[in-house]
């Protein structure tokens, strides 16, 4: 049966706000909870974040006040959604233990979308992308079991291997490589635009969350690896920003900020494990569902288009977290030499991206590369998750 946003009925606007007993949710168990349940929990941290920060740059550039004043009455509740969402996220793990959740979300979603994507260019940026954030679980992984005397396969549950992927050391490029060419909304798949905005929001969010949570460790080998990976997660930002057309008007972009919350809802709704979880992605969605109705209505008077001729008749298949294994070591196997030239991608180093590599090195060693020495010395080896078999890459200790 499909479900069409557009055609359903929302909670009315006035009666979304909550007092804070309905916000003090209860947080899901670490040790019992579904390890994708957290997944699902991060992936809508960043969406709900993405979407006030949209609005409030929205509102900063609306000279019209009734406009400015709708935008901040959905925005605070927006803003409760993220709290509530952010808040499931239990006290007692460690920032290691919910980074490790974050590099989870980033290979399994970002893979996910990658299988799924229709566009050839767009499949590709999410290939690459993704073979660097499974590097950095590895690296995080090593760092966790360094500090905390902890293995990751606690929190990934051997869903996801754990493994390296392309050296992180090689994701420092040159800013201007890391700009892709955008979609043309004109011609492109409703779903190719939930797909670059997703990412893009989850990658935003796991760039926010190290740049705070670095500098709060007194460690200096912890404080240096988030220093890298969150600088690598600028560039991340900018990889997948770059692909949604900056053509679309201020009310094209707000519609599919909407619906792409109504379509993650949904989504997460129909796979979620965890009951009180899964009411709250329902109780959520139906509140979005609103949100979408009062946007379309800004989109018709002000873009003088119907919502139809640039969303999807209904919602995609729901986006699913699931282990992407046999992905994951087919791109090890065949793409891990790539960099990125202009808005393309090489197989060998270029002038560029070795004049970057050189002016960041500064003649030393990066932390993503001692960590790893750092657990071999304390661990007698590295860790790894390797569940499938060795790895297709054929990267053994050292070879870094």
């Known amino acids: 049966m499909t479900f069409d946003p ?8 006035d009666d979304q706000l909550r007092n804070w007993r309905e916000l003090n949710v209860t947080p899901i168990d670490p040790d019992h909870a579904d390890p994708y349940t957290r997944c699902r929990i991060i ?15 929205f509102a900063r550039h609306c000279p019209d006040l009734e406009i400015r004043q709708q935008l901040a009455r959905v925005r605070y509740i927006e803003a409760q959604q993220q709290k509530v969402v952010n808040w499931l996220l239990p006290g007692v793990a460690s920032v290691l233990e919910t980074t490790i959740a974050y590099e989870q979300v980033a290979v399994d979603l970002t893979a996910w979308v990658a299988r799924m994507e229709p566009d050839p260019y767009l499949k590709q940026a999410y290939q690459f992308g993704v073979l660097e954030d499974f590097d950095h679980l590895y690296r995080y992984a090593n760092l966790y079991e360094m500090i905390e005397h902890r293995k990751a396969e606690k929190i990934v549950d051997g869903l996801t291997e754990v493994m390296p992927g392309r050296p992180t050391y090689r994701h420092h490029r040159d800013p201007m490589d890391n700009v892709r060419q955008p979609y043309d909304r004109s011609i492109t798949e409703p779903l190719s635009r939930l797909h670059a905005l997703t990412v893009m929001s989850a990658e935003q969010q ?9 500098p709060l460790y007194m460690e200096p080998i912890a404080r ?5 990976i969150a600088l690598i997660e600028e560039e991340h930002v900018t990889h997948y920003e770059s692909l ?19 379509y993650l809802y949904y989504s997460f709704m129909e796979t979620e494990s965890d009951p009180k979880v899964k009411n709250i992605w329902e109780l959520h969605l139906g509140m979005e569902l609103e949100h979408l109705r009062l946007a379309a209505e800004l989109f018709r008077r002000f873009d003088g288009r119907d ?30 030499d790539l960099t990125t030239l202009g808005t393309g991608y090489v197989g060998e ?14 003649g030393e060693q990066p932390a993503s590369e001692r960590v790893i020495e750092d657990n071999r010395a304390i661990s007698g080896r590295e860790y790894r998750l390797e569940t499938e078999g060795p790895s297709p890459a054929g990267l053994q200790p050292g070879s870094h």
């Open 6 to 13: 557009l055609r359903e009925r929302g909670i009315p606007l």
């Open 43 to 57: 992936t809508m941290n960043g969406i709900e974040t993405e979407a006030v920060l949209f609005s409030h740059q």
């Open 206 to 214: 796991t760039m926010n969350f190290y740049n705070n949570v670095g």
């Open 224 to 228: 240096q690896l988030y220093q890298e």
């Open 244 to 262: 949604v057309d900056p053509g679309e008007s201020w009310w094209e972009m707000l519609l599919n900020h909407e619906y792409n919350e109504c």
């Open 307 to 336: 919502p139809d001729q640039v969303l999807a008749p209904a919602l995609p298949p729901p986006v699913t977290f699931e282990p992407n294994k046999g992905y994951l070591r087919d791109l090890l196997a065949t793409q891990i």
């Open 349 to 362: 180093a270029h002038e560029r991206f070795t004049r970057m590599q050189e002016a960041v090195m500064g």
